[in-house]
């Protein structure tokens, strides 16, 4: 069988799941999108009642993608077009090649994936997060949503200061950690007024938590963030250790309906552990990172995600 990492060349987690791949002796491309229209042709043929969907690579080697029987949609690079293009042919061109490649993501349909892109793309928005971590039961932030000024200063009073800011998606080049919001935060606003953002309860926390979903197993690792220098978000703390942490049953439970629900085979899923020992879920990330946690605690990710692979649809 063949396995496709949908990914870009430099990604440290996608060549860490290939050498576990390598290690069952499993045929591994890696595909840069990056590289399409310049260094890669797509090629969808229908004739005869048969189909043929294929990618040819600069140089003449082609992939066949009828032979894909997995695929990891781990991190996709977005179209990279020819330089100096009229700005509408360059918006067509664009549409053309998300549109046909949209087509080509569902007609391999015989290939196991993880995740199915379209449950990728949903999963990743915070409000139907929070919705179904609710209705399963997990505990979550006391949360505003908003582009009202007036709203979020009545939070902000509300919970006496005690509130934190983040983005809904975060891009590249606006990227921003989860920050308190202060009384000086005045400047935000105006920005309020132009686009939503999420406001949360600060939790006060003992340990973050990160939970890789990887089928139906967890690998939890705590953080201890009551020393930590920026206690709301973990990952301005590059020294934060973690080690491998046991979740109560229930918790580990309702993590793996919210899987379910979201229908998902990977996931990143964060937790705060309060002081009186709670659980509250703060986000999932169909794409999250995983090689700090198994650096740290021994706990064998990348090797699962392979085997997830192999072995197909539970």
């Known amino acids: 069988m063949t396995v496709l990492v949908l990914s870009a060349a430099h990604d ?19 595909l840069d999108l990056s590289e ?50 009229d700005p509408s042919h360059q918006r067509f061109a664009l549409s053309e090649a998300s549109t046909a490649f949209q087509g080509l993501y569902q007609s391999l349909d015989h290939a196991h994936w993880v995740n199915i892109p379209a449950r990728d793309a949903t999963a990743m928005h915070k409000p139907y997060q929070l919705t179904l971590a609710q209705r399963i039961g997990l ?25 934190v800011y983040k983005q809904f998606l975060a891009l590249p080049d606006t990227w921003r950690e989860t920050r308190r919001l202060g009384p000086e935060d005045k400047a935000l606003a105006e920005a309020i007024a132009i686009a939503p953002v999420i406001f949360q309860r600060h939790v006060a926390a003992t340990a973050d938590i990160r939970v890789t979903a990887v089928g139906s197993a967890l690998y939890a690792g705590a953080a201890d963030v009551r020393e930590a220098d920026y206690p709301q978000d973990v990952r301005m703390n ?30 990143a899923i964060d937790l705060r552990l309060t002081p009186d020992g709670r659980y509250v879920f703060l986000e999932i990330n169909p794409a999250g990172q995983f090689l700090y946690i198994e650096h740290d605690t021994g706990q064998p990710i990348a090797a699962a995600l392979a085997q997830v692979l192999l072995d197909g649809p539970a």
């Open 36 to 85: 399409f229209p310049t260094r890669l042709a797509l090629s969808m043929a229908f004739e005869g009642g048969r189909h043929r969907f294929a990618m040819r690579r600069d140089g003449g080697d082609v992939l066949d993608l009828d032979r894909i029987r997995a695929v990891w949609w781990r991190r996709p690079q977005p179209f990279r077009l020819a330089p100096g293009m």
């Open 238 to 267: 590059p020294s934060a250790k973690y080690v491998a942490h046991d979740l109560p049953p229930d918790v580990a439970e309702h993590l793996r309906q919210l899987m379910n629900h979201l229908g998902l085979v990977y996931g």
């Open 12 to 30: 440290f987690h996608a060549q860490a799941v290939i050498r576990a791949l390598a290690a069952h002796a499993a045929d591994v491309e890696l």
């Open 139 to 163: 505990e979550i932030p006391t949360t505003l949503m908003t582009n009202d000024i007036e709203e979020a200063r009545e939070f902000w009073h509300k919970h006496d200061g005690e509130v």
